[in-house]
């Protein structure tokens, strides 16, 4: 084999080796490049996710807050309704009230509590309302203006009996509204 030929050979071999070394050192630049990029889209991604995740937290916190607001709202409007209803009822019931506390069937219910009251209990007080009091003047009742519609109260031994409209009044309100 000539000089020649052995050069030839030897630069064949060597263009050879030379293409297989870059053709490798391609492969890696694509392998690490692909790597980078791989690693760039997860980072990227994780970011992103996380970004959302703190939006969608915020968002939901912005909901909350609103949905709080306009619950306080609804509250205080139903509050104000509750409030202008009581008054209503109260109003018609102590008109009712003031009918039957002119009529001779309540002076009657009166008059037989009173006696009952006082026959149970002979050491007792019984507070009525001045119009009361005017035409039941008995031994062991006294005129009060904090009995305004009717009824009466017990008083004995430091006990108060509250038998009065104004109270079941309120009670039956309460009662009737929900309150506790």
Known sequence: MSIEQKLEMFARAAESEAQKQREDMQELMDRRVKDALEGAKQDALVHAEKKLEL????IKLAQKRELAGCRNIARKKVMLRRAELIERLKKMVRGDLAEYVS???YRDWL???IHRELR??????????PADYEY?????TTASNKVQIGGYRLVCSGF??????ETR???????????E
Not at 55 to 58: D, I, M, S
Not at 136 to 140: Q, R
Not at 160 to 165: A, E, I, K, N
């Open 169 to 179: 009044l309120d009670e039956l309100i309460e009662g009737f509204c929900g309150f």
């Open 111 to 113: 008059s037989e509590s």
């Open 160 to 165: 108060v009996v509250d038998c009065t409209f």
């Open 55 to 58: 939006e969608v937290y915020r």
């Open 136 to 140: 039941l003047e008995l031994m062991g």
């Open 120 to 129: 149970e209990n002979p050491e007792a007080t019984v507070v009525l309302r």
């Open 103 to 105: 009529c001779d069937g």
